[in-house]
Nanobody, 130 residues
Framework: QVQLVESGGGLVQPGDSLTLSCASSGRASSDYTVGWFRQAPGKEREFVTGSRWNGAITYYVSYADPVKGRFGIRRDYAKNTVYLQMNSLRPEDSAVYYC????????????????????WGQGAQVTVSS
């Protein structure tokens, strides 16, 4: 079993940066896939970014078009933590952000499918407002 604990959400102004953390405990494997999703009020959950690693090596990464060039995902293998770095935040980025994980490879084309991920964090609220 893997437990995911998210942290780092908050209220920021447009243009600010924020980093979310997704710490895993339990049996996280070295070949590990994490996806970040978000859900705004009244909207469906949407894919933000995802990546597959083996240890500290990144196999592939995918970003949703609205966040390309602004968001980044990385893994600290030693700390069992994956980070979502969000820059140049916009009001439309406001949502509850969820990390999701799988202890097996997820094909690149399937990173955006929430059904691929058996483990989910509790969610972190991000609000971008002036």
């Amino acid at each position: 079993q893997v437990q995911l604990v998210e942290s780092g959400g908050g209220l920021v102004q447009p243009g600010d940066s924020l980093t979310l953390s997704c710490a895993s405990s339990g049996r996280a494997s070295s070949d590990y896939t994490v996806g970040w999703f978000r859900q705004a009020p009244g909207k469906e959950r949407e894919f933000v970014t995802g990546s597959r690693w083996n240890g500290a090596i990144t196999y592939y990464v995918s970003y949703a078009d609205p966040v390309k060039g602004r968001f980044g995902i990385r893994r600290d293998y030693a700390k069992n933590t994956v980070y979502l770095q969000m820059n140049s935040l916009r009001p439309e980025d406001s949502a509850v952000y969820y990390c999701a994980a799988k202890n097996l490879p997820v094909p690149l084309n399937n990173l955006r499918d929430p059904e691929e991920y058996p483990y989910w964090g509790q969610g972190a609220q991000v609000t971008v407002s002036s």
